[in-house]
């Protein structure tokens, strides 16, 4: 039996309150909704926690919940999930953070983020998770530019390779000042943030990702192209690999899903685009089903979807 891969997501936590709206209300306007909301638990960070876990992987949490009702029901429920909570930090003096998010009918989302407790992960925080010796760091930006920084050189000190995913994309965060990373990804709004250039064809995909190389220096830049599947880049070749269909209920955290199932299985495999076939079935699956950590798939669910559809990975 193979010892899973352990992967440190240091990150954020966020409870989501999800409104399934008709459409985006204008300004001023009070839009009367015959549809639901629910309070479902997400960010960006635990969705990615909880979808490695689910993979099959070892999967190690550090964040910073606040006191109150949100967080001890999202402690709990990552207990229950299976991840290492050892590193997650209780903060008595911040509430927990919650994504305010509309979903349209067609899936699309708008989210809203009041960061709350997982913009007071501390360096010392950070120091302490790292002695559960990870195979990889993975990192979002929902959390400050300090920890991003402090927790990448960290891993870098210990040649742990650091996968960071650009959401959500900050044009002032300084990635030239990052150490180098094993593979940056960001998705479509955060490519155009940082490049300029809308990756909308292989061609923009191509000039975009060789920005992002003068911006960050990484083995491997992977662009998630949503329902295009998405853009693999080496500093030489490039892959475009296509998404598989589905029907697209809810796109929240599918992004998140797709970074975690990408890391888990390039450190299994060794193969970037292995992972990137893996991680676009992932990333079907999760846009399938409503909500963040609701609709992240498991391991045999993802098995079942690759063989039911003959995909070799
Ligand atoms: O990527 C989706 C996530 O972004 C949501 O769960 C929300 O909390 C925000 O972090």
Known sequence: MLIPKRILTVSSANMDFVMSVSKIPQGGETQLESGTYQFVPGGKGANSAVAVRRLGGDSVFCCRLGKDANG???????????????????????????????????????????????VRLTREDIDASFICRPDALLMQLEITQDAVMHAAWTANEKEIPIILDAGPANPDFP?????????????????????????????????????????VTAKYYVIKLGGRGCYIYDGKYYHCLPAYGVNAVDTTAAGDAFTAALTLEYLRSGDIVRAGRYANVVGALAVSKKGALPSLPTEALVNKFIADKAIRL
């Open 72 to 118: 001890s029901i999202m402690h709990n429920i990552y207990k229950k999930e299976g991840l290492d909570t050892r590193f997650i930090v209780v903060d008595p003096d911040a509430v927990t953070g919650l994504g305010a998010i509309m979903v349209e009918p067609n899936g699309q989302n708008r989210i809203i983020l009041f960061p709350g407790a997982n």
């Open 175 to 215: 990635l030239e000042d990052l150490p180098p990373l094993e593979i940056f990804s960001p998705n479509e709004t955060e490519t155009e943030i940082f490049t300029g250039i809308n990756p909308s064809n292989p061609d923009n995909c191509l000039r975009a990702a060789m920005e992002l190389q003068k911006l």
